[in-house]
């Protein structure tokens, strides 16, 4: 059964549906596609800024289109993504 709700990224109208996994449900959004959240990235997601869970969205989007399987977003493949996106700044030499 689908339970309509806003997408956890881009926050237009989505469905979420439960899978054999009880830690992890899906996600079917009219922009970001199909993907599968665990109950933790969907609790960190509701914690960043608008602009990184666009990127993420972005990201989703290309996963989505790439990839036969509904691709899975929990907090360490979240961490993975925006820290590549905001490389660690080196301190300034002496």
Known sequence: MCKKIPC???KA???RYYIDDKDKYGIKCLYC???HLTENAGIF???LFNVDRQMLAAYIRTQVKASANPPLLDELEI???LASVFPSKKSPAS
């Open 79 to 81: 961490f993975r993504i």
């Open 45 to 47: 997601l509701g914690l």
């Open 33 to 35: 596609g199909e993907y």
């Open 8 to 10: 956890a990224l881009c």
């Open 13 to 15: 109208k989505a469905e």
